[in-house]
């Protein structure tokens, strides 16, 4: 079993073009919706007692167990409030909302302790540190931040990376947490805190994946001719590396590799609508077509 931790939110994103409100995101929805195509995947999350049942339904309509799940009654759901510009690259933060996650005390159901596969999504580090204790011995355990908690709890979000095997994060995150303008600085740097490798995501110019061995592996990003709302694409990336992953069973370079185009396969389908909705639509023939089609793009 793959168990992802992190946020359940109500997202409210704006771009030049369109704004949806309030809609169901978070980075532990996208990333276990994602990984859901390829394993079998539950979530640890809390949300407020104003989430609409609907939304929770749609996870478990992907097969995701959604028992993880609590209800903080008399709170309010995490809620992200963004806005893009014209380019849809660039993200300012309107307003972060904590609502039921602040002070929460992450349990997690009796049969997910023994799950060999864990993503923390980007979350509070200390929330995450504490949860992981809870597991028994997984087989491999893959963290994420941004730059909220970056700018607040730096000193936890290098902790948390010391207890984790790997690190998925974004460019500008990464050389915010590293204080290096090279990215390779940055996963050198990342790995010297014991994580074993480091995948550094570049948005529209796809993903890097660097070793502790030395081994490099950049993978563009596929090729899209619209894209509606970049929102969650990091995290439904790291839902499919996860969840490829967690299929094979293995994790050496080459399943890796595998991994990480089958990572931007997944954040390729996130932006073609707003939240979730490409995700719930598609099915695993589209995903492996999609990934044929990327082979045959990178072939020359």
């Known amino acids: 079993m793959l168990t992802v931790f992190g946020t359940v939110a109500l997202d409210t994103t704006r771009t030049p073009f369109r704004t949806e409100t309030r809609i169901l995101g978070g980075a532990a929805t996208f990333a276990s919706v994602s990984s859901s ?16 049942a609907e939304h929770i339904r749609a996870l ?28 849809l690259s660039n993200r300012t933060t309107n307003k972060t909302e904590l609502g039921a996650i602040a002070g929460f005390d992450p349990v997690i159901p ?17 929330q995450n540190i504490k949860i ?6 997984p087989r491999l355990v893959v ?22 095997d790997g690190v998925v994060i974004n460019d500008n995150e990464a050389r915010l ?10 996963a050198k740097k990342i790995m010297s805190w014991g994580s074993k490798f480091a995948i550094i995501k570049k ?8 070793t502790k061995e030395g081994l490099v592996f950049p993978a563009a990003a596929f090729f899209l001719d619209e894209i509606v709302d970049p929102t969650g694409a990091g995290d439904s990336f790291a839902g499919g590396f996860l969840g490829h992953i967690a299929r094979k069973g293995v994790t050496d370079f080459s399943t890796m590799k595998e991994a990480v185009i089958y990572g931007n396969v997944m954040g390729s389908f996130a932006v073609e609508d707003f939240g ?3 995700l719930l639509s598609i099915t695993k023939d589209d995903i492996e077509d999609r990934y044929e089609k990327y082979c045959n793009l990178v072939q020359f």
């Not at 097969?63 to 409030?81: E, L």
């Not at 009796?110 to 200390?126: F, M, T």
Request: hydrophobic content about 35%; charged content about 25%.
């Open 143 to 164: 963290c994420d931040t941004i730059e909220f908690w970056i700018n607040g709890s730096r000193d936890d979000v290098v902790k948390m990376i010391e207890m984790t």
């Open 37 to 52: 195509m390829f394993a079998p995947t539950s979530i640890v999350a809390a949300i407020g007692s104003d989430m609409p």
């Open 203 to 210: 948005g529209e110019n796809g993903a890097i994946l660097f």
């Open 132 to 137: 992981l204790r809870h597991f028994q011995k």
């Open 177 to 186: 947490l590293c204080k290096e303008a090279n990215l390779a600085k940055c």
């Open 60 to 87: 478990s309509s992907k097969g995701i167990d959604t028992k993880g799940i609590i209800i903080i009654q008399g709170s309010k759901t995490f809620h992200y409030d963004s806005s893009f510009d014209y380019d």
């Open 276 to 278: 979730i909705k490409r």
């Open 110 to 126: 009796e049969e997910y302790i023994k799950s060999d596969y864990v993503y923390l999504a980007n979350n509070d580090p200390k």
